[in-house]
């Protein structure tokens, strides 16, 4: 992740103006625009890697919200862990755990 703002990220040499899932080997564009519209569904890439991801980082926008607590069960039994903020914040966490060797992954809906 090199950089982010209003409406876009810089991921690797990629301009992304969408939401966008990110792990260490994929960036996808991602068919969410606000947070309630997060399911579980549209985070199939997560669940589906070849080696499950450990900690999702979700970034809501300029603020953080709270995700429905049956779709956080559902995330917890599809094997991810939850890390919900703002999405500058979702930026760096990812950078700082993909550094770590984490395995980390990244829903980011733009500021």
């Known amino acids: 992740m090199r950089s982010y703002g209003p409406g876009h990220f810089v991921i690797g040499e990629r301009r992304w103006q969408s939401p966008v899932l990110v792990t260490p080997t994929v960036t996808a564009?991602?068919?969410?625009?606000r947070a309630d519209e997060i399911a579980l569904?549209?985070?199939a890439l997560l669940t589906e890697m070849p080696t499950p991801t450990e900690l999702l980082v979700?970034?809501?926008g300029p603020r953080a919200?709270?995700?429905?607590?049956t779709l956080r069960a559902m995330l917890k039994a599809a094997?991810?862990?939850l890390?919900?903020?703002?999405t500058g914040s979702a930026?760096?966490?990812y950078n700082v755990l993909l550094a770590e060797g984490r395995r980390v992954a990244a829903a980011?809906?733009?500021?």
């Open 91 to 93: 930026c760096r966490i």
């Open 58 to 60: 979700v970034g809501c």
């Open 29 to 33: 564009a991602w068919s969410v625009e």
């Open 83 to 86: 890390e919900i903020v703002d």
């Open 41 to 43: 569904d549209n985070l």
């Open 65 to 69: 919200v709270f995700l429905p607590p």
């Open 108 to 111: 980011l809906i733009p500021l």
């Open 79 to 81: 094997g991810l862990a």
